[in-house]
């Protein structure tokens, strides 16, 4: 697991982040230093693997081209694509990983609800060209922008003037969300940044608030189970329903994602004692959305060890993905 809280330093010159490595059996941290100036050239030195991170597929500021270039060059071993309700990333992630000898894990990011609380699933080694996963995320996006449209109607009423045709613009084709009508509104001029935006507008019980399309996180794994795909519930720490993990495993639920930007040590411990209870694979990743986002995470500030990826391979229903190239 790597954890930089801290950002770079010096971008002008060689910056030097800290990276806690955790071994292959995840038994405790080991301290290192690298800087960016130097590229793998072996392929063998490559270790970590970040993998959870969304591109402009969905609401990430970059393209999968960029987001696998620049997994590249800071030195990782792999990067997985994990975008909200979308596979639309994965073949273009996966030509760029190609070109550059570096793994692409196919992923998505499943938004589901239970009860008044939001769960996300992440799926593992789903297959890219699953027409059945395709025409199950095309309903979770036509759902995504009928409920943009009413956000913006809403927005409209209370003098927030901005256009359901500009935050397609700043979608770019991807999965519409709250983060492009953020977008809309800061650029408009109705707040100083998308964390205003959306407290002022867009959480729950605000102004512009409509609730999303009701999807159940079991609803979600199957999903993922039908499309070939391992199940690994996201950033635990967040949804605080621990309660429901071994419901969630009963269904088929494969992992749990212990490392995440948003978890403490302490919770990352706690989830790494619940993934061995119930023999989970333990996942980790940054959920980097990109630059000039609502925070700004770093590619590859928080990675698990490439037997991670090694497990997530074995417990697919099937051993590889195809060549995209």
Request: glycine content about 8%; hydrophobic content about 40%.
């Amino acid at each position: 697991m790597l954890t930089n809280p801290s950002a770079r330093l010096n971008r002008e010159h060689r910056w030097v982040r800290k990276i806690c490595l955790a071994s292959a059996s995840l038994c405790g941290p080991i301290w290192a230093m690298e800087t960016k100036d130097r590229i793998f050239e072996d392929m063998s030195e490559r270790r970590l693997v970040d993998l959870h991170v969304h591109t402009t597929a969905s609401d990430g500021t970059l393209s999968p081209e960029e987001v696998v270039r620049e997994a590249y060059q800071i030195g990782l071993a792999g990067v997985g694509i994990a975008d909200h309700d979308t596979i639309d990333g994965l073949v273009p992630a996966m030509n760029a990983g190609n070109k550059l000898g570096i793994v692409v894990v196919p992923g998505v990011e499943i938004n589901t609800d239970y009860g008044k609380d939001e769960l996300h699933m992440l799926g593992y080694y789903i297959d890219p060209n699953s027409a059945y996963i395709r025409e199950r995320l095309q309903q979770l996006r036509s759902a995504r922008a009928d409920r943009a449209a009413k956000i913006v109607d809403k927005l409209k009423a209370i003098g927030v003037n901005i256009s359901m045709d500009r935050v397609r613009e700043l979608a770019d084709g991807g999965a519409i969300g709250r983060p492009h009508i953020a977008r809309a509104i800061v650029e408009a001029g109705y707040a100083s940044s998308m964390n205003a935006a959306f407290g002022k507008y867009l959480v729950r019980d605000a102004p512009g608030y409509v609730p999303r399309y009701k999807l159940t996180p079991f609803e979600a794994i199957e999903i993922i189970r039908q499309s070939g795909g391992v199940a690994v519930l996201a950033h635990p720490g967040l949804s605080h329903h621990d309660e429901l993990i071994p419901e969630l495993v009963r269904a088929g639920l494969e992992g749990i994602e212990v490392y995440h930007s948003d978890h403490t040590p302490l919770q990352s411990r706690h989830y790494l004692k619940v993934a061995e209870r119930y023999n989970l694979i333990p996942t980790g990743g940054s959920d980097s959305h990109g630059p000039n986002n609502i925070k700004t995470i770093e590619i590859g500030s928080v990675t698990v060890d490439i037997e991670i990826v090694k497990r997530l391979q074995a417990r697919a229903s099937r051993t590889s993905v195809p060549d995209c190239r």
